[in-house]
């Protein structure tokens, strides 16, 4: 009786230490522009928040440029 307890805690054990959790697959991809960003992690930095927020600012300065294109193209059709 106990053989067959140990046996099957050891099939257990097994089990659940060889089992490997899912990682989730959410890896930032971001701009091909900043991708080199990334590489600050071998200086100690950390690259994927910086290519974060240097991909924030080239979006808002994307949208900024559009929004001043449409104001422009606006003006030139009322003349």
């Known amino acids: 009786m106990g053989h067959k307890l140990l046996f099957l805690v050891m099939i257990a054990a097994l089990l659940f230490g060889c089992s490997k959790a899912e990682e989730p697959s959410t890896k930032y991809e971001g701009r091909s522009e900043t991708k080199k960003l990334q590489a600050a992690d071998a200086a100690g930095y ?25 104001a422009l193209n606006g003006e030139e059709e009322k003349k």
């Open 46 to 70: 950390d690259g994927a928040a910086i290519r974060k927020n240097v991909d924030n600012t080239l979006n808002k300065a994307d949208q900024h440029n559009e929004s001043v294109d449409k």
